[in-house]
């Protein structure tokens, strides 16, 4: 008998503990959209023209064009094709923007939210920016500037301007750059 009020007191206690811990202090709502445009995706002007994963290849500069913190070089201007002529889905009306996934883990954030160089023995103290088409940096660790180049779907299709350059960090080494970032396409 003493073994059944023992466990009855033991189930109470838990109960009543779990009840306490279990007390909210607050609530946190999340929201969305779930779009229908289709519109097809590919790199435009100074891009390798590939379908969603496409290149665009930087000049090569010289050391003096970033021999200080903060300096940039190597401006190149590029495109990304959103939709295209007869792309029904691609809905017109419709604002297309890239969304740069923060997660991508070439994001330097000491840096401005640009992009570390993963080149093995590449050259040291330089990272990748993007610039929106009004010429801003787009801090891609919060994506901070990225709707700068927003546009809006017209026969089907928009146009999304974009800059990478070089970015000093201190006084850049000579080598190679290579580095990367993901992205998605949204509509609102």
Known sequence: MSKTLISAALFAAIGFTSLSAAAADGKISFTGK????????????NT???????????PSVSTTALKASGQS????????VV?????SGCT?????????????PTIDTANGGRLKNTATGGASNVVV????K?????????????????????DNTATLQ??????????????DVSTYVNYSVVYN
């Not at 920016?129 to 929106?132: H, T």
């Open 162 to 175: 974009y800059t990478a350059q070089y970015y000093a960090t201190g006084v850049a080494t000579a080598g």
């Open 48 to 58: 390798d023209g590939g379908t969603s994963n496409f290149t665009v290849t930087l």
């Open 134 to 154: 009004a010429g801003a940096n787009i801090n891609l660790s919060n994506n901070a500037g990225g709707d700068g180049s927003a546009e809006t779907i017209a």
């Open 34 to 45: 779930i779009s229908d445009v289709t519109c097809t995706i590919k790199g435009g002007d």
């Open 129 to 132: 920016g993007l610039l929106n």
């Open 92 to 104: 017109n009306g419709k604002i297309a923007k890239m969304w740069f996934e923060t997660s991508t």
């Open 83 to 87: 939709g295209g002529s007869g792309q």
């Open 73 to 80: 070089a190597g401006d190149t201007p590029f495109s990304v």
